[in-house]
């Protein structure tokens, strides 16, 4: 099954930090570009930041010095070290990959996962 699940989210304090991560199930062997998504109810997911293959980055504006992303590769791993959270982080987190390599080939990755819930407290 090619997968990508999240997790670290938590409830935490405006001003503390979290490590989110999106790991790649065994039948995903790579990935190019990783996407972290974040929605709150109502609202229309927003992009947070992404990396490319090559390791390019690029950031909301509201993230932006506060948020970074990284990719490990041999781990199949993509890690959204978040800093200086803010109440208006609160939200559900999603990873989601451009395209994903299986042992079947390149496939477009659609499917949205159930995220990580990240809520942080004035």
């Known amino acids: 099954q090619a997968q990508l699940v999240e997790s670290g989210g938590g409830l935490v304090q405006a001003g503390e930090s979290l490590r989110l991560s999106c790991a790649a199930s065994?039948?995903?062997?790579?990935?190019?570009?990783l996407n972290w998504y974040r929605q709150v109810p109502g609202k229309q997911r927003e992009l947070v930041a992404f990396?490319?293959?090559?390791?390019?980055?690029k950031y909301a504006d509201s993230v932006k010095g506060r948020f970074t992303i990284s990719r490990d590769n041999a781990k199949r791993t993509v890690d959204l070290q978040m800093n200086n959270l803010k109440p208006e982080d609160t939200a559900v987190y999603y990873c989601?990959?451009?395209?994903?390599?299986?042992?079947?080939?390149?496939?477009?990755?659609?499917?949205w996962g159930q995220g990580t819930q990240v809520t942080v407290s004035s």
């Open positions: 989601n990959a451009d395209h994903i390599l299986t042992y079947s080939g390149s496939h477009y990755y659609n499917p």
């Open positions: 990396i490319t293959n090559s390791g390019s980055t």
């Open positions: 065994g039948s995903i062997l790579a990935f190019n570009t």
